[in-house]
């Protein structure tokens, strides 16, 4: 055996980077979205809580007063039971997939019915157990279609829905023609239906309360991403400095030499690569911080590391930032060409996790 006495540390050490999610900005960001409308204020909390951890952040929105949480697939529901016990509405947008009965009695889901094929499917297999309806308002995503639900209303309105809700496709574009269009058409579909409505996630909200009925679905705004532009932020990552060098002029850093210095330059090489989330497209676009100042990464992202041109900044830096109160995930998304969503899902499996608690 090779650590016969138990010896191998299992606690890491300072060489991998720092993620740091503050929990207390999660239910502030909440509470924020809360006070935007009269609507109740539920919270989406699919893949993970977009990156940061169901198990911790799923029970410090509850604590808040969350009391309709949303998952993608039923299998996310049962972690977020598991992690909240019973009591909290949870819903899945994927609706009532075959095989997902047991999974579904057994952690109360509330699966969010989108076609024929799954009313009867929900009826068949679980009589009586609570379900809601999605309805497609023209995003052709998920849920039925104006025609559809013409046909399928009186029978699904006699199972007694929890829930009508729709998706905006343009949300986060307010002056966009398509949000009017599907709120018409969302409002035209569930006239003189006596159950509580939804069709507002962040965007949604920040388009005014003609769009948050009695339940809305925050999603990106809790973890600090746009379009809710007064979020707090949420999330730091701080990657430890493995090395520093100076390169002369004309030498060369990292693959391909794709880095060659015109001046004498400090090079810091990091911990953290594109294997940790830090997408390998924002290649010399990015920048981190140093005490608040930009230092700009150079060459390529390489799997576990990245080099950043630290010559401007004085002494040497045990680590930088990459995300913070001086860079928001949308601001290192940009760097990417993608979205805060995708920064934020991306984050990698190895860096250390620590919660800020929500006291
Ligand atoms: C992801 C999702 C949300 C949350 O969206 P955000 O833009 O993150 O607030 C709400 N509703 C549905 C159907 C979703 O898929």
């Known amino acids: 055996m090779l650590d016969p006495a138990g010896k191998l540390p299992k606690a890491p050490g300072m060489s991998v980077a720092q993620l740091t999610i503050d929990l207390a900005a999660v239910v502030a960001n909440w509470r924020a979205l809360d006070r935007a409308g009269s609507a109740e204020t539920g919270a989406v909390v699919k893949a993970d809580a977009y990156g940061l951890g169901i198990d911790d952040v799923g029970p410090a929105l509850a604590k808040a007063g969350a009391r309709h949480f949303f998952v993608a697939a039923a299998e996310e529901g049962v972690a977020l039971r598991r992690a909240l016990g019973p009591g909290p509405v949870i819903y899945v947008f994927s609706g009532h997939m075959a095989g997902d009965a047991d999974v579904i009695r057994t ?4 699966p969010l019915i989108n076609s024929v094929d799954q009313l009867l499917c929900h009826v068949e297999s679980l009589p009586g157990h609570p379900f809601g ?36 496709a343009c949300a986060d574009e307010p002056k966009h023609p398509m949000n009017t269009q599907q709120l018409n058409t969302f409002l035209g579909m569930t006239q003189d239906v006596d159950v ?28 600090g991403g746009l379009p809710f532009v007064d979020a707090v932020p949420v999330v730091t990552l701080d990657i430890p400095v493995i090395q520093t060098r100076e390169v002369q002029v004309g030498e060369s850093v990292g693959y ?32 981190l911080t140093a005490e608040g100042v930009k230092v700009p990464v150079i060459g390529r992202v390489s799997m576990d590391m990245l080099t950043v041109d630290i010559t401007d900044v004085a ?17 290192v998304a940009e760097y990417a060409g993608t979205i805060g969503y995708e920064v934020l899902t991306s984050l990698g ?3 250390k996790r620590t919660y800020v608690p929500h006291t």
């Open 256 to 287: 391909g030499n794709a880095f060659v210095a015109d001046r004498v330059t400090k090079v810091a090489t990091i911990a953290a690569g594109y294997a940790d989330g830090l997408i390998r497209a924002m290649g010399p676009r990015a920048a």
């Open 107 to 110: 952690a109360a889901l509330v």
């Open 315 to 331: 002494g040497e830096p045990e680590s930088l930032q990459m995300l913070g109160a001086h860079q928001s995930v949308d601001t």
């Open 196 to 223: 509580p409505r939804s069709l507002a996630a962040t965007g949604g909200i920040l388009l005014g309360p003609a769009y948050h009925f009695e339940l809305t679905r925050p999603g990106v705004g809790l973890y």
């Open 133 to 168: 309806v999605q309805l497609d308002s023209g995003m052709n995503r998920l849920g039925m279609e104006p025609s559809e639900w013409a046909a399928l209303r009186d029978l699904a309105l006699a199972q007694k829905p929890e829930l009508i809700m729709s998706h905006l």
């Open 349 to 351: 499996a190895r860096y």
